[in-house]
């Protein structure tokens, strides 16, 4: 078995310094942990090709909506598929100025895939989604499950 404990932590060094980043709200330091053809998909599902395109969004967004902000968040875990790339699973959300923690409603879970360059770790993917868990119980989930299988079995009687 291969010891990844030198390349564990450097992977855990590029996510420190992609937080460290936006807390300091410096979309081009932010960007710089990224490959240049790099994937990453927002919250709300926008879809980043490039590095220069995430420094572009989150430049306006660190100006705007995003100023002052801070990134909370942890590894939950990192998976090696070859020597030269890892899968992280971790959270991360953001925390406004005036907020002691993250709301329940802004909770985020994200994947990352990094890959080995010439200059070190970087990101190739990433991908982030609220946590938003689906009820598996209740009166209001039985009464919908009961209408998505009447209108179902209606509309499969009409083919």
Request: aromatic share 10%.
């Amino acid at each position: 078995m291969t010891d990844r404990t030198k390349d564990e932590a450097l992977i855990r060094e590029v996510v420190a310094r992609a937080a460290q980043a936006w807390d300091d709200n410096d979309a081009t330091a932010y960007a710089a942990e990224f490959t240049e053809d790099s994937d990453y998909v927002a919250f709300d599902g926008t879809l980043l090709r490039g590095r220069e395109a995430n420094r572009d969004l989150h430049a306006g967004l660190f100006d705007g909506v995003l100023y002052g902000t801070r990134m909370d968040g942890a590894i939950e875990s990192i998976r090696f598929l070859t020597d030269d790339a890892a899968v992280i699973h971790g959270t991360g959300s953001v925390v406004f100025a005036w907020q002691r923690e993250v709301p329940k409603g802004r909770r985020s879970r994200n994947t990352w895939v990094l890959v080995r360059t010439a200059d070190g770790w970087q990101v190739a993917a990433f991908h982030n989604t609220r946590v938003r868990p689906v009820p598996g119980e209740g009166s209001v989930v039985r009464l919908f499950g009961n209408y998505v299988r009447w209108r179902t079995e209606r509309a499969r009687a009409k083919k």
